[in-house]
């Protein structure tokens, strides 16, 4: 079975088939995250706008690549909630006038399922029940996948997300947008004990904090500002890295050994980390948990992903109507 997965969340426009949820046959991504960068952030408008010029041809493109045409797709899944809702609007009106068109099935697909879903992409022999922390620019979660179409929330960040986290560090550092590769790359040649940053505590066994941490990365430029001398920027990068991705890691982990879980998994755009790969890598082993990681090319966002879980929300028969509307919250565990 083949489905179109069509993406368009945030900045990036993207489409990709994938046959049975798990073999890629073409993943296309425009972004617009260049001209985002001029202004340190995504700025919506600009972004539901670069969609409506792009989707036509990143949708074309994705069938071509894949030697395709509309009528060998058997559905065409779309992501419908959480995000920008002028940015999840062009791909939810667009995937209906094509399912209308071409007389096909409409699968609405929520982007963090996606991410998840990415996992299936990289790990043919994946399979749920798995525990899967998922952090990308708007949400740190760590989830049971029970089945999938099934989710269990233990725990999510109380204020900032850990990507907003990157991104709002590197403003503070002078480092370009996006932040978290900004940061992972400022600190490759840091000192990760130069600056002792905190631990923030939090209500909740497995839920995260991170603006704490954010405004004590500014309070360290602030402070060298008084002195009139300034950060030693790698090694701040390094120390803040070091800090998120420990906290990170340390509760998917303490989740994992409370439920005995045998698939430890990461996700979304954070997944990137080489930091936070190694921490989960290294610990969930001393568990004796098997890790799952996903490709680089799959953390952040893109069709495929959305391919992947279209197909298993497609036979688990979750359908919609043309009257299908975006949303710009939902959590994951939607019924
Ligand atoms: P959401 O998925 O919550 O709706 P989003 O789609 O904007 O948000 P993603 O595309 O999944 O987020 O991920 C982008 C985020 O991942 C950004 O905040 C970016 O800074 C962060 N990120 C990307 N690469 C890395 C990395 N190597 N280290 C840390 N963070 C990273
Ligand atoms: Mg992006
Ligand atoms: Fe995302």
Request: charged share 20%; hydrophobic share 40%.
């Amino acid at each position: 079975m083949i489905i179109l997965g069509i993406e368009s969340t945030c900045d990036e426009t993207a489409a990709a088939l994938v046959e049975d949820g798990r073999h890629l046959l073409s993943n296309v991504i425009s972004t617009s995250v260049k001209e985002q960068a001029l202004y340190g952030g995504v700025v919506p408008e600009i972004a539901s706008r670069r969609h409506c010029e792009f989707i036509s041809a990143t949708v074309k493109k994705a069938l071509l690549d894949a030697g395709k045409t509309i009528d060998d797709v058997d559905a065409v899944a779309v992501t419908f909630a959480p995000g920008l809702i002028g940015a999840v609007l062009v791909g939810v009106n667009f995937a209906k006038g094509l399912a209308y068109s071409a007389n096909k099935p409409l699968v609405p697909v929520h982007h963090l399922r996606g991410h998840i879903a990415a996992l299936y992409l990289t790990h043919p022999e994946l399979k749920p029940p798995f525990l899967c922390l998922v952090a990308s620019g708007g949400h740190s979660h760590i989830v049971e996948v029970q089945d999938y179409t099934h989710y269990h929330i233990l725990g999510h960040t109380v204020d900032d997300a850990a990507g907003e986290a990157f991104d709002k560090v590197a403003r503070t550092l002078g480092l370009p947008y996006p932040g978290g590769p900004s940061v992972a790359n400022a600190a490759k040649t840091g000192n990760p004990k130069a600056y002792r940053l905190p631990v923030p505590h939090v209500d909740g066994k497995y839920n995260v904090s991170f603006s704490g941490l954010k405004t004590a990365v500014l309070n360290e430029v602030n402070k060298a500002q008084m002195k009139g001398e300034e950060v030693n920027v790698p090694d701040l990068a390094a120390s803040f890295q070091d800090r998120i991705a420990g906290i990170l890691a340390e509760k998917l982990l303490l989740a994992a050994a409370d439920t005995g879980a045998k698939q430890v998994c990461l996700a979304g755009g954070v997944a990137a980390n080489g930091r936070l790969r190694q921490l989960v890598n290294d610990g969930a082993q001393k568990l004796g948990a098997k890790v799952y990681l996903p490709e680089l090319k799959f953390c952040g966002d893109n069709g495929a992903m959305i391919a992947a879980q279209g197909y298993y929300q497609y036979i688990a028969g979750h359908t919609a109507g043309l009257e299908l509307n975006g949303l710009p919250t939902l959590p994951i565990d939607y019924e």
